[in-house]
């Protein structure tokens, strides 16, 4: 038989120091391939278009400020006596929340007591008031009453000085022709031809004219008497009508003290009647429609103290739904930074991611983002707060996919939001970012604004 020839095998051959140190050849091929893009991506990148944005961090607020969480307040010092409500209720409006009692159980007896006695002093005052309007009817009545019979003796006067005064002027003409026919007599009793009338007929006309004289005289007596009957009556008049008038004032004086006294009452009324109400306001309703958030005080059966105005519990107030025509019901609230004020506007478009929602978000490319939603700017405010941010209220776009529902966006969720600005290419945003340049925007309008500068005398 034949052996057969057994063949050893060959021993592999040393590699040698430039072969152990070559890289294997797809990590050759794969670092030229990043060495390719690497080359190409700054070219790449100068067709590429990037959607600037200013960022802005927040929550969702509800739009209307009567619908953000308010606080029950305490309107009386007192105890807390039962809770009609859990924390997380949801109540409507007028539901009973709470009951309270006083202190003092007898302080609304002695507000009532109190509020009696001023309602007894109130009916006084007035009651003067009026005493004092019918004497001063009385006073006018007497007055005028008084003056007329005064102006009717004043007209008697009058009248009597009328016929005193036509008295006067016959008794003048008796006088007047009494007198020349005495000197015709005498003159011709002695004349020196002889007495040419008898001495009689002189004896009757010296006692005529002396009788015409003598009612000359009675005459004008009466008429100063009357003349001081008229003037006596015109001072009568005077006399009281500033009688009746000083007495008139001075009871429209303690009128005006009586006035003022049923107003100084009527002010004790109005405050007694106030801690009445708070006193009687030991039941707290709801406000609104809404969820109690927190209970705050924990005073029930007989604990801590409360005050007036002291926060007694949470209430967290249904939102509006957003309708057609009406201011918009939950809105985002963020803050950005000083810088960007310039760059966000009235009207901007936004894209809001908010917690809870998963998302995935490309800033740069907003239409390939997902699970963020669309708003607008709504209000960017006047001035910054106490840390140089200033706020912004984004609403829903209604060109975009709708919010979620108030049920599930609450107030309070956190949200982060992008203005969206203007389209630039990728690698000047890049050169931008490297560089900490800020975003450009071209204003609004063309038209140069008149910068502020000293003020011009005229």
Known sequence: MAVAQIRRPRSPRPLTAEELTRSPRWARRLSQILLAVLLLL?????????????????????????????????????????????????????????????NDPNLEQRLLDEERAILDRLSAAENRVREIDARIRNLEDSRRLAITLQQNLLFQAQTRIQEAEQALLEAQAVYDAAEPNYRRQKELFESPKGSLT???????????????????????????LAKAGEQFAKDSIDRIDADTSAMINA?????????????????????????????RAQYIDAPVDGTVFRLLANAEQGGILVRPGERLAVLVPD?????????????????????????????????????????????????????TFGGKVY?????????????????????DEPWPNEEYLRQGVRAQGWVLLQQVSAGYELWRQLNGFPPIREPADKVATKPLGPIQRK
């Open 251 to 279: 009871e429209r004086a303690a009128r005006q003290a009586a006035e003022a006294e049923v107003a100084t009452v009527r002010r004790d009324k109005a405050q007694i009647e106030v801690r009445i109400a708070r006193q």
């Open 319 to 371: 939102v509006t739904v957003l309708t057609e025509g009406e201011h918009p019901g939950i809105v985002a609230e963020l803050f950005i930074d000083g810088n960007d004020l310039p760059l966000v506007r009235k009207g901007d478009r936004v894209r809001l991611q908010f917690e809870g929602w998963p998302a995935v978000q490309f800033v740069g490319w907003p239409s390939v983002a997902r699970g």
């Open 198 to 224: 008898s001495e009689r007929d002189l004896e009757v006309a010296r006692q005529t004219l002396e009788t015409a004289r003598a009612k000359l005289k009675q005459a004008q007596a009466r008429v100063e």
């Open 379 to 399: 209000l960017v405010d006047p001035t910054s707060d106490d840390k140089g941010r200033f706020r912004i209220l984004v609403e829903p776009d209604p060109d």
């Open 42 to 102: 700054p070219f790449a990148l100068l067709t590429v278009s990037w959607t600037q944005s200013v960022h802005g961090v927040g929550r969702a607020i509800a739009f209307n400020p009567t619908q953000r969480p308010q606080f029950i307040v305490s309107p009386i010092e007192g105890r807390i006596k039962k809770w009609f409500v859990v924390e997380g209720d949801r109540v409507k409006a007028g539901q009973r929340i709470l009951e309270m009692v006083d």
